[in-house]
Antibody
Framework: EVQLVESGGGLVQPGGSLKLSCAAS????????MHWVRQASGKGLEWVGR??????????ACAASVKGRFTISRDDSKNTAYLQMNSLKTEDTAVYYC????????????WGQGTLVTVSS | DIQMTQSPSSLSASVGDRVTITCQAS??????LNWYQQKPGKAPKLLIY???NLETGVPSRFSGSGSGTDFTFTISSLQPEDIATYYC???????????FGQGTKLEIK
């Protein structure tokens, strides 16, 4: 069974940092692109960023709203993807989902349960 | 950047009704368009990929069509368990961007 389990969410002050993890199981993690998508309470879905597989040079990309503040990485030996969030703003408050893009074709066929990040003083 | 315009933002229909949601891209995206269902408190679920392909295990009452800039998502006969918010999403490679529509909240009349 495919599983994606996010962790690392919590309360952080504006300007602070947080690192989210996404532990994957049940599929060949090393061959899949992985993305992060967030959703503020009562709002729609917003793509945050992605990291491709080793075969695609671990290429990363991020949304303009987080570029320069957020970094995506992965450790294929641990079947885990990461989202490092720095210089956090109140508007970054959201549930953060990791998703699988198995064909690197832009469709997210598996999602984690999400982890809540709250940026507040 | 490509913008996605999804309509309507909310929709009320009766069980058994045919329901249609549209999504319009600001420029040609070929068939790089997916549809997701999100129930309250849950993660989204992929229903349709590449505009018209039904994801494995998804009931056949769900379908998608379109290419270029105009896309349609249809539920042929609405069921009570279909109450959810539906999102379209496009994929662009240059630069990489994965944009969601604003969502359509579907309710039972």
């Amino acid at each position: 069974e495919v599983q994606l389990v996010e962790s690392g969410g919590g309360l952080v002050q504006p300007g602070g940092s947080l690192k989210l993890s996404c532990a994957a199981s049940g599929f060949t993690f090393s061959g899949s692109a992985m993305h992060w998508v967030r959703q503020a309470s009562g709002k729609g879905l917003e793509w945050v960023g992605r990291i491709r597989s080793k075969a695609n040079s671990y290429a990363t990309a991020c949304a303009a709203s987080v570029k320069g503040r957020f970094t995506i990485s992965r450790d294929d030996s641990k079947n885990t993807a990461y989202l490092q969030m720095n210089s956090l703003k109140t508007e970054d408050t959201a549930v953060y989902y990791c998703t699988r893009d198995i064909g690197d074709a832009g469709d997210f066929d598996q999602w984690g349960q999400g982890t809540l990040v709250t940026v507040s003083s | 950047d490509i913008q996605m315009t999804q309509s309507p933002s909310s929709l009320s229909a009766s069980v058994g009704d045919r329901v249609t949601i549209t999504c319009q891209a600001s420029q040609d995206i070929s068939n790089y368009l997916n549809w997701y269902q999100q129930k309250p408190g849950k993660a989204p679920k992929l229903l349709i990929y590449d505009a018209s392909n039904l994801e494995t295990g998804v009931p056949s009452r769900f379908s998608g069509s379109g290419s270029g800039t105009d896309f349609t998502f249809t539920i042929s006969s609405l069921q009570p368990e279909d109450i959810a918010t539906y999102y379209c999403q496009q994929y662009d490679n240059l630069p990489p961007a994965y944009t969601f529509g604003q969502g359509t909240k579907l309710e039972i009349k």
